[in-house]
C-alpha cells in the first residue's frame, strides 16, 4: 500500500504570507496527486490535480508542483478565506490515499 | 447546478446493517466514475470505495472489502453505499464524491455535504 505523509500536520500565519506544504508518497506515483481544501462542516474542494493543475474557478494564489515521491502545495498569499485543512491524495494503482492533512491558520 | 445530496445515515448497532444514497444533478450522471469518502471524527479524509461509469470496475478500500458493497443506477442518477458488519470503527461522516472521468483513477470534483454514520450499542 502506498503511504502519504504531509509536513507540516499545522502552520500558523499572517495574511499575505506565503504557505508552502509538502506531500512525500511512499513510492512512485508519477504525477497522480491531487490537492483539496476541507473547511469544517464544508464539502472538500478540489484545488488542483494531476500535481500541478489548477481547477477551473480556483484562485491563482494556489499552485502545486512535483512528481515521482514529492509534491509541494503553494499558497502564494494567504488570505482569511483559506483558514482550512489541506490534503494530498495519491490515486496510483486504484489505492486513492488521502495525507494526513495540514490545518492552516491565521 | 452539480448537486450531490447523501442520505440513509443514522444511528446503527455493531454488526447491523445500513444503506446509503446518493442523489446526483446537474450532469451527466452515466459519464463519471463516483466514490464514497468518509471521515471519523477528529480525523482525515478516508477514500472508501469507487465505481466506474458502467459499474465495471469497481474498489474497496481494505478496511471494508468483503464488508461494503458499491452500486450505482445509471437511469437514476444514484450511488449507494450497502453497509454489513458494521463496526465502531466505521462511524464517519460519509461523502459522496464525482470523478473527473468515467474510469476510476483521476480527482474528486464534487463532493456532497455528507451523511453521519454512527454504530453504537
Known amino acids: 500500500d502506498i503511504q502519504m505523509t504531509q509536513s507540516p500536520s499545522s502552520l500558523s500565519a499572517s495574511v499575505g504570507d506565503r504557505v508552502t506544504i509538502t506531500c512525500q508518497a511512499s513510492?512512485?506515483?508519477?504525477?497522480?496527486l491531487n490537492w483539496y481544501q476541507h473547511k469544517p462542516g464544508k464539502a472538500p474542494k478540489l484545488l488542483i490535480y494531476d500535481a500541478s493543475n489548477l481547477q477551473t474557478g480556483v484562485p491563482s494564489r494556489f499552485s502545486g508542483s512535483g512528481s515521482g515521491t514529492d509534491f509541494t502545495f503553494t499558497i502564494s498569499s494567504l488570505q482569511p478565506e483559506d483558514i482550512a485543512t489541506y490534503y494530498c491524495?495519491?490515486?496510483?494503482?486504484?489505492?486513492?490515499?488521502f495525507g494526513p492533512g495540514t490545518k492552516v491558520d491565521i | 447546478e452539480v448537486q450531490l445530496v447523501e442520505s440513509g445515515g443514522g444511528l446503527v448497532q455493531p454488526g447491523r446493517s445500513l444503506r446509503l444514497s446518493c442523489a446526483a444533478s446537474g450532469f451527466t450522471f452515466d459519464d463519471y466514475a463516483m466514490h464514497w469518502v468518509r471521515q471519523a471524527p477528529g480525523t482525515g479524509l478516508e477514500w472508501v470505495s469507487g465505481?466506474?461509469?458502467?459499474?465495471?470496475?469497481?474498489d474497496y478500500a481494505d478496511s471494508v472489502k468483503g464488508r461494503f458493497t458499491i452500486s450505482r443506477d445509471n437511469a437514476k442518477n444514484s450511488l449507494f453505499l450497502q453497509m454489513n458488519s458494521l463496526r465502531a470503527e466505521d462511524t464517519a461522516l460519509y461523502y459522496c464524491?464525482?470523478?473527473?472521468?468515467?474510469?476510476?483513477?483521476?480527482?474528486?470534483?464534487?463532493w456532497g455535504q455528507g451523511t453521519m454514520v454512527t454504530v453504537s450499542s
Open positions: 465505481i466506474n461509469w458502467n459499474s465495471g470496475s469497481i
Open positions: 513510492q512512485d506515483i508519477k504525477n497522480y
Open positions: 464524491a464525482k470523478a473527473t472521468r468515467g474510469y476510476l483513477e483521476g480527482a474528486f470534483d464534487m
Open positions: 491524495q495519491e490515486y496510483d494503482n486504484l489505492s486513492f490515499t
